[in-house]
């Protein structure tokens, strides 16, 4: 049983920046897609970002040119970099890692963007 623990979350204020991580029990980047959902206040969660065993990145279109997803497999960590955020970011993130029918996730993180 993988398990995967978010961590970053926060409050910032629109235009600042935050960095999401999710470490996961075990070492499993190299077969597992990896990605970000969120959630906001009375929203489906959605997808945000994801990146395959093979390094491939993808981002949602609200997001693309403001969050990074990358991954550090020595620290069996995934990172979420999050730039120029905006109240409508406001959400649970939550990490997932994907193969197959197999379905992690994590507990999530809250992500505030108020001034």
């Known amino acids: 049983q993988v398990q995967l623990v978010e961590s970053g979350g926060g409050l910032v204020q629109p235009g600042g920046s935050l960095r999401l991580s999710c470490s996961a029990s075990e070492s499993i980047f190299h077969i597992y897609t990896m990605g970000w959902y969120r959630q906001g206040p009375g929203t489906q969660r959605e997808w945000v970002a994801s990146i395959t065993a093979g390094g491939r990145t993808d981002y949602a279109d609200s997001v693309k040119g403001r969050f990074t997803i990358s991954r550090d497999s020595a620290k069996n960590t995934m990172y979420l970099q999050m730039n120029t955020l905006q109240p409508e970011d406001t959400a649970v993130y939550f990490c997932?890692?994907?193969?197959?029918?197999?379905?992690?996730w994590g507990q999530g993180t809250q992500v505030t963007v108020s001034s």
């Open positions: 997932n890692a994907q193969r197959f029918t197999n379905a992690y």
